[in-house]
């Protein structure tokens, strides 16, 4: 079953890093639990998101604020209906400019082959300083 579910989140990204974020939400319950760790009104993506029509607003508002070059998953854990991943991000923060590199750790939870919920963790003091932009030179 741990094959079974990490083939599965597999596929999500693959999907994700395809642009194909419909076929990213065929993969997830109809009552996914979508969570990035990180005060919500200190940076769009962060928050708490429920359902498809969640998990979409998550993913448009990251499209918004991140531009990505490179979404690098790297080491898969799997036991039980839990999948650990592990991996890096690597792009450019739209408002800022700022080049970026973010380290995260995504938490899946599976229920009968779907992502039932979702937990991102990451540096959010990095990903805040990036995204803030400049005060203009008086």
Known sequence: MDSVNVSIVRQAYEHYRDGKIGNVTEALTNDVSWRVIGEPNSF???GDFENHSG?????DRLSQV?????????E?????DTVVVTGRTFGKMKASKQPIEIEWVHVFKLKDGKISQYREFLD?????AAAKVPEPAH
């Open 44 to 46: 769009a993506p962060f």
């Open 55 to 59: 998990a979409l607003e998550y993913f």
């Open 66 to 74: 991140l531009e990505t070059d490179r979404f690098a998953p790297e």
């Open 76 to 80: 898969f854990v799997a036991s039980g």
């Open 124 to 128: 959010t003091a990095r990903i805040l």
